[in-house]
């Protein structure tokens, strides 16, 4: 947009001076047309009155009006000027005004261009705000599902405590700090927390953003591989409240292999051979083997 504002004003200066110069130009070619006739019309009458001189023989009187010829002869000197003057200002360039139109006619195109570009501006500005505004409500929605799960996650986790979700601003959304109180312990930044509080706060924080935005599938990968016995424990017991999806988790750990329905291994009975096996523990049933 900058760009075709500053072409157009360089094209309407190009044009206003075109135009001056063309102005300039046809004001002295009729000025001195206008004087050209003038002494036209006074070079004729003094032709006349000298051949009425003339005809009548009268000598006498003619010598004694020298003036008038000499007038004469000046008017005649100024008319030669003027017309070297004009002949001075050719050759006209009349390309200019064909240049003029032309740059009359891209300045208007330019405009339109422009005035098209402020209203798509205005729209996408308009579109922008808006969604700008969806956002955040979005946003303040689902961060209030968010806390309020991740809340409940902590406790159920810790068998207590006090965990938030604290909204760094300035201006505009910056970022998200996790604030969490262990039972029976003093506020502390995260990086202070043991590896398997650290592990359990985090699971309690992925928990309540799959209850934000469920899917029909989650894979874990060795999520409880620091956690201890009794951590294990709580870990597997949230698991296992999780409802609406299925999950796929990758363990070694038994506690967790106890919270599933399905166990799937992979064994090697033979060297280079390996059998993947499933058993569903509503019973230690053994379903299916293959190869």
Known sequence: IDQLELDKRHKDEQSATLAAEMEGVKA??????????????LLAEGKGKLEQFT???DFAQLTERTEPEANLEQMQSEMDQVRRNM???EPVNMASIKESEELAERVAHLKAQDD???QSR????????????RASTLFEETFVVIEKAFQENFVKMFDGGEARLVRQENGELMGIDIDVVLPGKRRQPLELLSGG?????AAALQFALFKARPSLFYLLDEVDNSLDENNVHRFARLLREQEGSQFLV???NRETML?????YGVTMQETGVSKVVSLRLDGDKELASQS
Do not use: F, M, W
């Open 259 to 263: 919270a599933a329905d399905v166990l």
């Open 55 to 57: 005809a009548r023989d």
């Open 28 to 41: 002295s070619r009729t000025r001195l047309e206008g004087r050209v006739r003038e002494l036209e019309v």
């Open 87 to 89: 002949t001075n200002l």
């Open 116 to 118: 098209d570009l402020s």
């Open 197 to 201: 509080e650290k592990v359990l706060t």
């Open 250 to 252: 990758v363990t070694h």
């Open 122 to 133: 205005t729209k996408l500005l308009a579109l922008i705000d808006d969604l700008d505004r």
